[in-house]
C-alpha cells in the first residue's frame, strides 16, 4: 500500500546506565487504520456491485415478464380475431344456405304451379 509504511520507533533517551525508553507508534497506528479502511471500502464496494447486480436482473426480470405478457397478450387477440373471423364466416355460410333454400322453394313453387301465374284473390264481400 503506498502512503504508510508499518514502522515502530523506540527511542532511547538519557544516560546509558539507567535510559528512558520512549515508543512512537503513529505510523503503525496510520498504517492499520489505512489498512481498514482499505478493506471496508473494498467490502462496500462489494456489496454495491451486488446490489447493482440484484437490481439489474430484477429489471431484465421485470422486462421478460412485460415481454412475455405482452406475447400473450397478442396471442389472444389473434385468438379472438380468428375466433370472430370464423363465426363472420360461418353466418356468411349460413345466409348463403338460407339464400339458396328461398331460392330453391321460389323454384319449387314456380315448377308446382307449372309456369302458371296463380291469380290474386280478389275479396267482393268487402265493396
Not at 345466409?95 to 308446382?112: G, L, P, T
Request: aromatic share 4%; glycine share 4%; charged share 35%.
Amino acid at each position: 500500500m503506498a502512503g504508510a509504511e508499518p514502522t515502530v520507533s523506540l527511542g532511547w533517551k538519557g544516560a546509558f546506565a539507567a535510559p528512558q525508553r520512549s515508543l512512537d507508534l503513529t505510523t503503525m497506528t496510520s498504517f492499520l487504520s489505512l489498512r481498514k479502511f482499505e478493506q471496508e471500502r473494498r467490502r462496500v464496494e462489494i456489496l454495491q456491485g451486488k446490489m447493482q447486480e440484484k437490481q439489474r436482473l430484477r429489471r431484465e426480470s421485470a422486462l421478460y415478464r412485460a415481454r412475455q405478457a405482452e406475447r400473450d397478450r397478442l396471442v389472444e387477440k389473434q385468438k379472438a380475431e380468428a375466433r370472430l373471423l370464423i363465426e363472420a364466416q360461418q353466418a356468411r355460410a349460413r345466409i348463403a344456405r338460407e339464400e339458396e333454400a328461398a331460392r330453391a322453394r321460389k323454384k319449387q313453387q314456380a315448377e308446382d304451379n307449372n309456369g302458371e301465374t296463380p291469380l290474386p284473390k280478389l275479396d267482393f264481400e268487402a265493396q
